[in-house]
């Protein structure tokens, strides 16, 4: 129910999904970029005056709650750097699966990796 209000309002709003994947929603100039799983939801975009007139059309439709620069979302560690710009840090996730699956204590290797690997592809 929550996915289909929020495909109406996002539509709406002219922001469509893109055709890579459909958590993923644009609006038609690709100035903003909207990431949703579930009821977490992050954006990102060219201006930060285009994020606010977008968040306060959103927020008249649905309640939101929202941080301005979160520092997590999905597991992923979110590290802003200059001008707004994000880095995205996935080691939280790594050490999150190596303890769930009773690895935390593995033994890390560097691996070669094969150098004509995409040529052979």
């Known amino acids: ?3 289909v209000k929020l495909v109406e309002v996002l539509n709406s709003l002219e922001m469509k999904p893109a ?6 929603y644009t609006n038609e100039d690709r100035t ?9 939801g ?7 005056d285009k994020i606010t ?6 927020n008249a439709r649905l ?6 620069r979160p520092i997590h979302h999905l597991g992923y560690h979110l590290n802003w750097l200059s001008k707004g710009t994000v880095q995205l840090i996935q080691q939280d996730m790594i050490i999150y699966l190596l303890k ?15 150098r004509n690997l995409l040529e052979e592809l």
């Open 100 to 114: 769930d699956y009773d690895m935390e204590n593995s033994q890390r290797f560097k691996t070669e990796c094969n």
């Open 63 to 68: 309640k939101l709650k929202y941080q301005k």
């Open 1 to 3: 129910m929550w996915r």
């Open 32 to 40: 903003l970029f909207l990431h949703v799983h579930v009821d977490d």
């Open 53 to 58: 007139s977008f968040l306060n059309m959103l």
């Open 19 to 24: 055709r890579e994947d459909n958590s993923l």
């Open 42 to 48: 992050f954006l990102i975009g060219k201006s930060e």
